[in-house]
C-alpha cells in the first residue's frame, strides 16, 4: 500500500559523510515502522538500522552503531540516514523498507524501495 522511494546515495571517501532519505507516498506514514538494509556483493542482505512511527525507538545493527543516524520526519513523509564516518565495508545498496514495527527482522517488513547505492572509495 505505501510506496517507497530512496535517494541519496553516492560516491564518498572513507571517513566522509552521507545522508540517504526514504520518501514515502500512498498511505498514512506515521503508522510504519521504517528499516533500511544493506546488500554488498557476496553478501547476506544486513540490517542496518529502524525506527518506529513515532520515531521514539531507534534500532542500529552492530556493524554501525555509532557513526549512523536514524530520524523521520512525519510532516513530510521522509526518513532519513545520516552516515558518518563512513568505511569502505559500508559499501552497499541501501533498501528501506515499511513494516508494522521496528525490528531487525527483515520478514516483517513487506514493502521495499528500489535501492540507492552508496560507494566508499578513495
Known amino acids: 500500500q505505501v510506496q517507497l522511494l530512496e535517494s541519496g546515495g553516492g560516491l564518498v571517501q572513507p571517513g566522509g559523510s552521507l545522508t540517504l532519505s526514504c520518501a514515502a507516498s500512498?498511505?498514512?506514514?506515521?503508522?510504519?515502522?521504517i528499516g533500511w538494509f544493506r546488500r554488498a556483493p557476496g553478501k547476506e542482505r544486513e540490517f542496518v538500522a529502524a525506527?518506529?512511527?513515532?520515531?521514539?525507538?531507534?534500532l542500529y545493527g552492530e556493524l554501525v552503531e555509532g557513526r549512523f543516524t536514524i530520524a523521520r520526519d512525519n510532516a513530510t513523509n521522509t526518513v532519513y540516514l545520516q552516515m558518518n564516518n563512513l568505511k569502505p565495508e559500508d559499501t552497499a545498496a541501501y533498501y528501506c523498507?515499511?513494516?508494522?514495527?521496528?525490528?531487525?527482522?527483515?520478514?516483517?517488513?513487506?514493502?521495499w524501495g528500489q535501492g540507492t547505492q552508496v560507494t566508499v572509495s578513495s
Open positions: 523498507a515499511a513494516g508494522p514495527k521496528a525490528s531487525y527482522r527483515q520478514h516483517l517488513y513487506q514493502n
Open positions: 500512498g498511505r498514512a506514514f506515521s503508522v510504519d515502522a
Open positions: 525506527i518506529d512511527g513515532d520515531g521514539i525507538l531507534t
